[in-house]
């Protein structure tokens, strides 16, 4: 749930915060780095990665999200990732001692 007495951010200017991590553009080196795109930004609310949302809310005709949404966003996305690299390795070693 968003926590409205933080400040509200459009999901628009997501891409502009300074803790997003940028990425170096692969066929134009030297280039700046590139911010996160805007449609990245609404598929994370709208769709979800590996079933997780970005939180949001709506003001009027804007969607908005908080700094905190985004970084519980990053936590449960990286804790699905840990979940899922343990369970692989988990089923390979069960596998291997099957085998043997």
Request: hydrophobic share 30%.
């Given at each position: 749930m968003i926590d409205l007495s933080e400040?509200?951010?459009a999901l628009?200017?997501?891409?502009t915060l300074p803790f997003l991590p940028r990425r170096r553009h692969k066929n134009r080196p030297g280039r700046d780095k590139a911010a996160?795109?805007?449609?990245t930004i609404y598929r994370w609310a709208k769709d979800g990665v590996d079933g997780v949302q970005l939180?949001?809310?709506?003001?009027g005709n804007s969607l908005c999200t908080t700094e905190k949404a985004i970084l519980q966003f990053f936590g449960k996305l990286t804790?699905?990732?840990r979940q899922r690299t343990r369970r692989s390795k988990n089923r390979h070693q069960h596998l291997e001692t099957a085998t043997t």
């Amino acid at each position: 749930m968003i926590d409205l007495s933080e400040r509200l951010i459009a999901l628009s200017d997501v891409p502009t915060l300074p803790f997003l991590p940028r990425r170096r553009h692969k066929n134009r080196p030297g280039r700046d780095k590139a911010a996160v795109s805007r449609c990245t930004i609404y598929r994370w609310a709208k769709d979800g990665v590996d079933g997780v949302q970005l939180e949001t809310i709506r003001v009027g005709n804007s969607l908005c999200t908080t700094e905190k949404a985004i970084l519980q966003f990053f936590g449960k996305l990286t804790r699905r990732l840990r979940q899922r690299t343990r369970r692989s390795k988990n089923r390979h070693q069960h596998l291997e001692t099957a085998t043997t």
